[in-house]
């Protein structure tokens, strides 16, 4: 089980206690692209190496608060690398070295004083394929809480799987292993665990392309309920997905260039860059 949260052992330090929107200095725009009055996330000029190797180059990014931003692109172009950045799950590769500000809520996540496990409390993360721990529902959701030395409740545990769509699917059955579950339940049930200890910021991995697409529809619906709440970051090869479920939309390409990062409607319906129209158009990639 590559399941990162594992190795979480560290304290409840507080990550310079970000209180989103409200404080968030220099909230000026990038580059291109539309103006992001209140980033929660910005990435300013953030390469990451692994090894000798460029995985992104100089990446400028606003991601705006309780929107979804779609990250899109084809395989290998940085999109997975960029996500694990902003939650520091990088750090767990030891061949990779992140440069540049990458900051959440003001602060720069890579600031020594900062607590990756504290980060990832905030920022929390669910992965392509639906990974429940072999526990029951119950403690799969209290898992995300008991890691951080947050109280866990029976109220945030039901509040958890309603706000992951999932509570009126399994409250008779919440004794019961998390791995009977179906995989779009099962995928449904990490997004409750992630949410949980109530983070700001949802990075989601491809999170439906394991799923069929009654599941996937279903875990679509709730990516746009969850951004009433949170600010979801999603990286997904489905580019109706994207075009469906984003506010905002950045396409990476061969390099790990980020070439355009615009309202999702403009990068589809008429993107600046010939080669993301390319891209989109299924011209290559
Ligand atoms: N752990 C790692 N060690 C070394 N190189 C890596 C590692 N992870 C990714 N890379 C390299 O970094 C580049 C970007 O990979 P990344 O996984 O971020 O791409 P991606 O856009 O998410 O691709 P995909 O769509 O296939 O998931 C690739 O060249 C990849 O080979
Ligand atoms: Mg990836």
């Known amino acids: 089980m590559s399941e990162p949260e594992t190795d979480a052992e560290g304290t409840d330090e507080a990550v310079s206690s970000p209180t989103p929107g409200s404080n968030i ?3 000026s725009g990038p580059e291109s692209g539309a103006l992001i009055e209140e980033p929660i996330i910005q990435s300013e000029d953030v390469n990451v190496f692994y090894g000798d190797e460029q995985a992104l180059q100089a990446i400028m990014m606003d991601i705006p608060e309780k929107q979804v931003t779609a990250l899109i692109g084809p395989s290998g172009c940085g999109k997975s690398t960029f996500l694990r950045c902003i939650n520091r799950m990088n750090d767990l590769i030891t ?45 799969n ?11 866990v409740t029976d109220e945030i545990v039901e509040n958890a799987l309603r706000g992951a769509a999932l509570w009126d699917e399994v409250k008779d059955q919440l004794g019961e292993s998390g791995l009977e579950l179906s995989g779009g339940q099962q995928q449904r049930l990490c997004i409750a665990r992630a949410i949980a200890p109530d983070p700001e910021v949802v990075l989601m991995d491809e999170p439906a392309s394991a ?19 949170y600010t979801v970051v999603i990286v ?7 075009a469906r479920i984003s506010d905002k939309t950045g396409v990476f390409l061969t ?17 600046e860059h010939q080669r993301v129209e390319d891209y989109i158009t299924g011209k290559f990639g």
């Open 25 to 27: 200095a220099g909230a």
């Open 95 to 139: 061949s990779a070295r992140v440069e540049g500000d990458l900051r959440f809520a003001g602060k720069n996540v890579y600031d020594d004083d900062v607590d990756p496990v504290a980060l990832r409390r905030k920022i929390g993360m669910v992965f392509q394929q639906p990974n429940p721990f072999p526990k029951s529902i119950y403690d």
């Open 255 to 271: 390099g790990g260039e980020l070439v355009e990062f615009d309202d999702t409607q403009k990068i589809f319906e008429n993107p």
């Open 141 to 151: 959701v209290a898992y995300g809480l008991r890691v951080q030395g947050q109280e």
């Open 236 to 242: 997904t090869h489905n580019m109706q997905q994207a």
């Open 211 to 229: 799923l069929d697409p009654v599941a996937t529809s279903k875990v679509e619906d709730l990516i746009s309920d969850l951004a009433e709440e």
